[in-house]
């Protein structure tokens, strides 16, 4: 599907407030955390404070097009058809969102085929959605985060501005994997970091252990909602 719109600016810098809390986070979380990890996390929190009120996304016109790109997460899974969190959100938003989620997809394979779906669905906003599946195998944290950073680069030098949604890594206590504060911090994208980890928490929102049912893909949805408003996109 090729869709013709008008193309948006890439995504601007991490909020202040952001900036703050995912600097403390880092420190806080890792009492052996490197010299150079801290200056990057006091350098977003410096940099990150001089316009606490610049948005993060550019505003999306009414006719836009909103790409969900990632695994199963964003395909679904766990609910009947057409109840994924991108279906619900272009009705909360009232744009265009296009579901381009691929069950079982690890991010390198995600890497391979985002620049091919670009070019279909030339969107202004793109939701990125992955790693999970990477987290669920083990794979080198390392790799993951170049591969996100990878995918996010490749949208921003198409024009297309970022949203980055973090995902939980496998334990007792689920909290966002620190690779997505990594790769927001480091490539200054929006990162909603919250929901996923608290809706898989959450008994009553999920099918599975690693799959939302309709009620959380719909919470899921709300959060990107506020995210983007929050941001600057609505």
Same mark, same amino acid.
């Given at each position: 599907?090729?869709?013709?719109?008008?193309?948006?600016?890439?995504?601007?810098?991490?909020?202040?407030?952001?900036?703050?809390?995912?600097?403390?986070?880092?420190?806080?979380?890792?009492?052996?955390?490197?010299?150079?990890?801290?200056?990057?996390?006091?350098?977003?929190?410096?940099?990150?404070?001089?316009?606490?009120?610049?948005?993060?996304?550019?505003?999306?016109?009414?006719?836009?097009?909103?790409?969900?790109?990632?695994?199963?997460?964003?395909?679904?899974?766990?609910?009947?058809?057409?109840?994924?969190?991108?279906?619900?959100?272009?009705?909360?938003?009232?744009?265009?969102?296009?579901?381009?989620?691929?069950?079982?997809?690890?991010?390198?394979?995600?890497?391979?085929?985002?620049?091919?779906?670009?070019?279909?669905?030339?969107?202004?906003?793109?939701?990125?959605?992955?790693?999970? =599946?990477?987290?669920?195998? $083990?794979?080198?944290?390392?790799?993951? &985060?170049?591969? /996100? #950073? !990878?995918?996010? %680069? +490749?949208?921003?030098?198409?024009?297309?501005?970022?949203?980055?949604?973090?995902?939980?890594?496998?334990?007792?206590?689920?909290?966002?994997?620190?690779?997505?504060?990594?790769?927001?911090?480091?490539?200054?994208?929006?990162?909603?970091?919250?929901?996923?980890?608290?809706?898989?928490?959450?008994?009553?929102?999920?099918?599975?252990?690693?799959?939302? =049912?309709?009620?959380?893909? $719909?919470?899921?949805?709300?959060?990107? &909602?506020?995210? /983007? #408003? !929050?941001?600057? %996109? +609505?």
């Amino acid at each position: 599907m090729s869709v013709p719109v008008r193309r948006a600016s890439a995504a601007a810098a991490i909020d202040g407030p952001t900036a703050r809390r995912l600097a403390s986070r880092r420190w806080a979380g890792n009492p052996r955390q490197t010299p150079g990890a801290l200056l990057l996390a006091l350098f977003a929190l410096l940099s990150g404070g001089c316009d606490d009120s610049a948005p993060t996304l550019p505003r999306l016109a009414t006719d836009a097009v909103v790409l969900a790109f990632g695994d199963s997460l964003t395909r679904g899974t766990g609910a009947p058809r057409g109840a994924g969190y991108p279906e619900v959100l272009a009705r909360l938003i009232d744009r265009q969102v296009v579901n381009a989620g691929v069950p079982g997809e690890i991010s390198a394979d995600g890497r391979r085929r985002l620049g091919g779906v670009l070019d279909r669905v030339v969107p202004d906003l793109l939701i990125l959605c992955h790693g999970g =599946n990477d987290l669920l195998r $083990r794979h080198p944290p390392a790799a993951t &985060r170049d591969n /996100l #950073a !990878a995918m996010i %680069a +490749l949208a921003r030098e198409r024009g297309i501005a970022v949203l980055l949604l973090g995902v939980p890594a496998p334990g007792l206590v689920l909290d966002t994997a620190a690779l997505y504060h990594d790769v927001a911090m480091t490539t200054a994208t929006p990162l909603e970091d919250t929901a996923i980890a608290e809706i898989l928490g959450t008994a009553e929102w999920k099918a599975d252990p690693v799959h939302p =049912n309709a009620t959380g893909y $719909r919470v899921l949805a709300e959060r990107v &909602r506020a995210a /983007l #408003a !929050a941001h600057g %996109a +609505l």
